[in-house]
């Protein structure tokens, strides 16, 4: 009912920037929270950055200062948008969406395949 796709990610050099854009579509009535994970090997899952309906941000210790996550609640698109970018930065990054949807009026928690950064020279 609820399909969201990431695109941007890819290649780059230490202290390079990548910006990442995750689109949701279907039956959306409204999103609430929206964010970014990332996913290593061997590593668990962490949240990188998340943003409210209103625009309240939160970010991670290790991207703080960084990277910055807006949303464009018209298009129901949220950024990243990752400045000095490190190798340690290398990950599968998922967006994730918390999403009312129209006619059935259930809220559910919606995530996208990913896509891949690597950081490395």
């Known amino acids: 009912q609820v399909q969201l796709v990431e695109s941007g990610g890819g290649l780059v050099q230490p202290g390079g920037s990548l910006r990442l854009s995750c689109a949701a579509s279907?039956?959306?009535?409204?999103?609430?929270?929206m964010g970014w994970y990332r996913q290593a090997p061997g590593k668990q899952r962490e949240l990188v950055a998340s943003?409210?309906?209103?625009?309240?941000?939160n970010y991670a210790d290790s991207v703080k200062g960084r990277f910055t996550i807006s949303r464009n609640n018209v298009k129901n698109t949220v950024y990243l948008q990752m400045n000095s970018l490190k190798p340690e930065d290398t990950a599968v990054y998922l967006c994730?969406?918390?999403?009312?949807?129209?006619?059935?009026?259930?809220?559910?928690?919606?995530r996208g395949q990913g896509t891949q950064v690597t950081v490395s020279s």
């Open positions: 994730n969406a918390d999403v009312l949807t129209a006619g059935s009026w259930i809220r559910n928690n919606y």
């Open positions: 279907g039956r959306i009535f409204s999103i609430n929270d």
């Open positions: 943003i409210t309906s209103t625009g309240t941000t």
